[in-house]
Nanobody, 122 residues
C-alpha cells in the first residue's frame, strides 16, 4: 500500500489549500480513509475521515475544523482530498493521509502516508 500526499505549503490566515492523497495497493472504493495532523509539541489528531462503500461515504470531522474543511474521495482516480478553507494559525501541522482496513473507520488506521506540511501565517 502506498499513500502519497501533496498540496501542502505556506498560506496566510484566511486562505485555502487542498491536500491530495494518491493511493495504490488498496481497493480504494472499499477502504475508509482519513487525514490526521500533528503540530509540534502536540498529539496527533484525526482531522477528518470518510467511510468506504459499505459506510455510504459518511464523513466525520474534529470540532475545530467543522464548517471549514471538507474531505472527499474520487474513486475513479484513487485519490483522497482535504479542502481546507478559512485557515487559521492553529491549523499549522504535518498532515497525514491514512487508510483503514475496513470500510468503516474504526480500530485506527493501518496505513500512513509520509505527510505534507501545512503552515499558516497569522
Amino acid at each position: 500500500v502506498q499513500l502519497v500526499e501533496s498540496g501542502g505549503g505556506l498560506v496566510q490566515a484566511g486562505g485555502s489549500l487542498r491536500l491530495s492523497c494518491a493511493a495504490s495497493g488498496i481497493i480504494f472504493s472499499f477502504n475508509a480513509m482519513g487525514w490526521y495532523r500533528q503540530a509540534p509539541g502536540k498529539e496527533r489528531e484525526l482531522v477528518a475521515s470518510i467511510s468506504g462503500v459499505d459506510g455510504g461515504g459518511s464523513t466525520t470531522y474534529v470540532d475545530s475544523v467543522k464548517g471549514r474543511f471538507t474531505i472527499s474521495k474520487d474513486n475513479t482516480k484513487n485519490t483522497l482530498y482535504l479542502q481546507m478553507n478559512s485557515l487559521k494559525a492553529e491549523d499549522t501541522a504535518m498532515y497525514y493521509c491514512v487508510a483503514y482496513t475496513r470500510s468503516i473507520p474504526t480500530m485506527g488506521p493501518r496505513f500512513w502516508g509520509q505527510g505534507t506540511q501545512v503552515a499558516v501565517s497569522s
